[in-house]
């Protein structure tokens, strides 16, 4: 906002105060770091000025645009699935609790 403040004409940002129902005023408010536009405000501004990204007015309410993951034909094809963690096999399934929380059962006897 502070960028759009600097680079907008008088008349530009009035025109944008109208657009959305606020005031110049309170976009300088903005721009300092005074305020906190709300939801609905943040979306009518980006809707009226494409210059203005929702991260950029409210960076703790919307993350950052995600910059697209590129492949080339060359690249190999991803494999299927995913490289998260894998549950526990059955055989194996008490060695992740701690001796601590196994409660009531043997946890390293031999069945």
Not at 5 to 15: S, W
């Amino acid at each position: 906002m502070k960028t759009y403040l600097k680079q907008a004409t008088p008349e530009q940002r009035e025109e944008l105060a109208d657009i959305v129902k606020s005031s110049v005023g309170y976009f300088y408010l903005i721009g300092g770091g005074h305020r906190h536009p709300g939801d609905k405000l943040c979306r009518r501004l980006v809707a009226a000025e494409p210059k203005l990204t929702l991260h950029e007015l409210r960076p703790d309410i919307w993350d950052a645009p995600a910059t697209p993951i590129t492949r080339r034909a060359t690249d190999p094809a991803p494999a299927p699935g995913h490289a998260g963690r894998q549950p526990p096999t059955t055989n194996g399934i008490l060695d992740t609790v701690p001796d601590h929380a196994a409660v009531g059962i043997d946890a390293r006897g031999i069945p």
